[in-house]
C-alpha cells in the first residue's frame, strides 16, 4: 500500500507531498493543474523510461519518493531484496538524462526497479484501454480469469516438445529426400578424405622441408664456412678464443679484476666449440634427396586441390572429414531414425491437442461464466441492456500426407487451438460484435473496469491507479463507476484520477491539486480536502460552485453515507 508520495523539481512541481490512505483514493484539480505529473511521477517509480525534460527548469535534478507499507515478502524476495515490512523507494533524474534508484536506501538496478513497481503500483489508464481493442489480448484475459495458467503451461510445454521433435523429423526427412546420389558423393568423398589423410600443420611442415631440399648446396656452402672460421681454418676462433682465455686468465693471477672477463671469454669459447660441433652434425646428415623432393612437390599439390575442392585451409581439411563423415551416418540411418521419430512425433502431436482441446473446454466454461459476470457488471456501470460474449474461432488443423503425419500443419500455438474475441451489444436489438469497432470510449473504460472488479485484488501491497476511467461517461454511470471502484478498493487499495464529482463522492480519501502562480513561476500544490472544502471542490466540479451545486453535493455526500 502506497502511504506517501513526494515529488521534487519535476515539471510544475517545485515540491509536493501526497499522503494517502487504504481504500478509495481520489486526485481532482482542474486542467492543467499537474494530474499528469502525479502518474508520471508514479511511472517513475515503478522504472519506466525518463526523459530529461522532466526535471524542473533552472533544476540540476528531480526526484520521486515513495513509501509502501505493509508490503509482502514474497514481493522483495523476487527482486532480490530483503524483507521489510515498510520499504521506502526513491529514484532520481539528473539534466543529464542519467538516473538512480533506491530501495530502503540500497542502490537497485533499472530491472529490480521495475519487477518492484508491477508488484506495487499497476496503472489503468488510456494505454490499458486501447489494449482491449486488440483482439490477441483477450485471450490472455479469459485465462487469467480463469486461473488457466497451469493448463496454458502444459501447453505450451506439450507444444514446443512437438516442434521440436517435428523439426528433427523434417530434418532428416530433408537428409533423405537427398537420395541415393548424395550418399555415394559423401561416400566418395570420405574415402578420398581418408586416403589423403592430411593432419592439421602438415602443409607448412612441408613446405619448410621443401624450402630445404631446394637449396642444400647453399647450406653446405654456409656452414662449412661457418663450420672452418670456428675451429679448421688457419685462423679459427675457437683457436683465438683460447689464447685470449690463456691471457686473462694469467692477467687475472695478477689483477683479480680480469677475473670476470677470464670467465666471460671462457664460457663463450665453450658455446663456440658446441656450435662448432652442431655444424658439423647438420653437415654430415646434409644431402639432396630428389625422391623426398619429388613426393613432398606432389603431396603440396594434393592439399592444394583438396583446399580448393572443399574451400577451406589445410588444416580444416580433417574437421571437413569429420563433418562429411557424419552427414553419410546420418544418411545411413535414415530411415530408422525416421521411424522412430515419426512415432514420437505423432506421441507429441497427439498429447499436444489432448492438452489443447482440455484448454479450449475450460475457456469455454471460462468464457460462459465470464460474458455473465460482465454482463451483471455491465448493468450496474449503467449499461443495462448490454450483451457481452466471448466468441472462438477454432484453429482447423489441415495436413501434408495424411491424418497420422506428424508434420501437419497442426494449427496449435503454444497457447493452444483457440482464437478469442470479445463481442459486445451496448444497445437492444442490437447484434453482438467485435469490441474493437463497436465501443465507445467510455463503453471500452467500463468494459475494463469490470474486468479489472472481476479480477479480484492483486498483490495485498499494491496499488491500483485508475487514470481516464471516467472519458466519456457522466451522470449515472458516473456514479455506477464510483460504486464499483469503491467496491475493488475494499480488497485494493485504488487511486483515481478524475473530472467527475459522482466518481469522486465514493472516495474515502480525497485529494485536491491546485496550480498557483508566484514570481512568474508556475507551482502545483496539494492538500487532503474534507468537510466543506470537499464540498466545494465537489461542487467547482460540476462546473457551477455555487450554494445550489453545493446543496446537490451536500444531498449526493450524505446519500452515499446512509
Not at 683465438?240 to 686468465?249: G, K, N, P, W, Y
Not at 687475472?252 to 670476470?260: E, H, K, N, R, V
Not at 460474449?389 to 503425419?405: H, I, K, M, P
Amino acid at each position: 500500500m502506497l502511504r506517501s508520495l513526494t515529488i521534487r523539481q519535476l515539471a510544475v512541481v517545485d515540491e509536493l507531498t501526497l499522503e494517502f490512505e487504504p481504500g478509495f483514493n481520489v486526485l481532482t484539480g482542474e486542467t492543467g493543474a499537474g494530474k499528469s505529473i502525479v502518474i508520471r511521477a508514479l511511472s517513475l517509480l515503478c522504472g519506466e523510461r525518463a526523459n530529461a525534460d522532466l526535471v524542473r527548469t533552472a533544476a540540476e535534478e528531480g526526484s520521486v519518493e515513495g513509501l509502501f507499507e505493509e508490503v509482502p515478502s514474497e514481493i522483495l524476495d523476487t527482486v532480490g531484496l530483503p524483507s521489510a515490512p515498510d520499504i521506502v523507494v526513491r529514484r532520481v533524474l539528473y539534466r543529464n538524462g542519467r538516473t538512480r534508484a533506491w530501495v530502503n536506501g540500497a542502490a537497485v538496478s533499472a530491472a529490480q526497479l521495475a519487477n518492484l513497481g508491477s508488484a506495487l503500483v499497476r496503472i489503468y489508464g488510456q494505454h490499458e484501454q486501447t489494449s482491449l481493442l486488440r483482439n490477441e489480448t483477450h485471450l490472455d484475459i479469459l485465462d487469467a480469469f480463469g486461473a488457466l495458467a497451469p493448463l496454458r503451461a502444459r501447453m505450451n510445454q506439450a507444444y514446443h516438445a512437438w516442434r521440436a521433435l517435428a523439426q528433427r523429423l523434417a530434418e532428416v526427412r530433408r537428409m533423405a529426400d537427398i537420395g541415393r546420389e548424395r550418399l555415394e558423393l559423401l561416400r566418395f568423398q570420405v574415402a578420398e578424405l581418408e586416403q589423403a589423410g592430411v593432419t592439421e600443420g602438415e602443409e607448412a611442415a612441408l613446405q619448410q622441408e621443401r624450402e630445404k631440399l631446394r637449396h642444400v648446396e647453399k647450406l653446405q656452402r654456409l656452414c662449412v664456412e661457418s663450420e672452418a672460421a670456428l675451429d679448421s681454418g688457419e685462423q679459427p676462433v675457437l683457436s683465438l678464443a683460447a689464447r685470449i682465455t690463456h691471457a686473462l686468465e694469467e692477467a687475472s693471477a695478477i689483477d683479480p679484476q680480469l677475473s670476470d672477463s677470464a670467465q666471460l671469454v671462457a664460457q663463450a669459447s665453450t658455446l663456440l666449440r658446441e656450435a662448432a660441433f652442431q655444424v658439423r652434425r647438420y653437415l654430415d646428415r646434409l644431402e639432396f634427396d630428389p625422391e623426398r623432393l619429388a613426393f613432398i612437390e606432389d603431396r603440396l599439390a594434393l592439399i592444394a586441390r583438396l583446399k580448393r575442392k572443399y574451400a577451406c585451409t589445410a588444416d580444416d581439411l580433417p574437421q571437413v572429414l569429420q563433418r562429411i563423415r557424419a552427414e553419410a551416418a546420418l544418411l545411413e540411418q535414415g530411415t530408422e531414425n525416421t521411424e522412430t521419430l515419426e512415432r514420437e512425433a505423432v506421441r507429441a502431436l497427439a498429447e499436444a491437442e489432448r492438452v489443447a482441446g482440455e484448454l479450449s473446454r475450460e475457456r469455454a466454461e471460462a468464457a460462459r461464466r465470464l460474458a455473465e459476470k460482465i454482463r451483471k457488471e455491465l448493468q450496474a456501470l449503467g449499461m443495462g441492456k448490454a450483451v457481452f460474449e466471448v466468441r472462438f474461432q477454432r484453429q482447423a488443423a489441415t495436413t501434408n500426407g495424411g491424418a497420422s503425419d506428424p508434420l501437419k500443419v497442426a494449427e496449435l500455438t503454444a497457447s493452444g487451438a483457440d482464437e478469442a474475441e470479445f463481442y459486445l451489444s451496448a444497445n437492444p436489438g442490437e447484434e453482438p460484435r467485435p469490441l474493437a469497432r463497436v465501443a465507445s470510449g467510455g463503453e471500452l473504460s467500463r468494459v475494463m473496469l469490470a474486468l479489472k472488479v472481476l479480477g479480484g485484488g492483486g498483490s495485498p501491497g499494491a496499488l491500483w491507479i485508475f487514470d481516464e476511467v471516467d472519458a466519456g461517461i457522466g451522470g449515472t454511470t458516473a456514479t455506477a463507476v464510483g460504486k464499483r471502484l469503491r467496491a475493488l478498493a475494499r480488497q485494493q487499495q485504488v487511486l483515481c484520477i478524475t473530472h467527475l464529482p459522482q466518481i469522486a463522492a465514493f472516495a474515502d480519501h480525497h485529494l485536491a491539486l491546485e496550480k498557483l502562480v508566484r514570481g512568474g513561476r508556475t507551482f502545483t500544490t496539494a492538500r487532503a480536502i474534507s468537510g466543506e472544502e470537499r464540498v466545494r471542490e465537489l461542487a467547482r466540479m460540476l462546473g457551477s460552485p455555487t450554494a445550489e451545486s453545493e446543496r446537490y453535493v451536500r444531498e449526493l455526500l450524505a446519500k452515499l453515507e446512509s
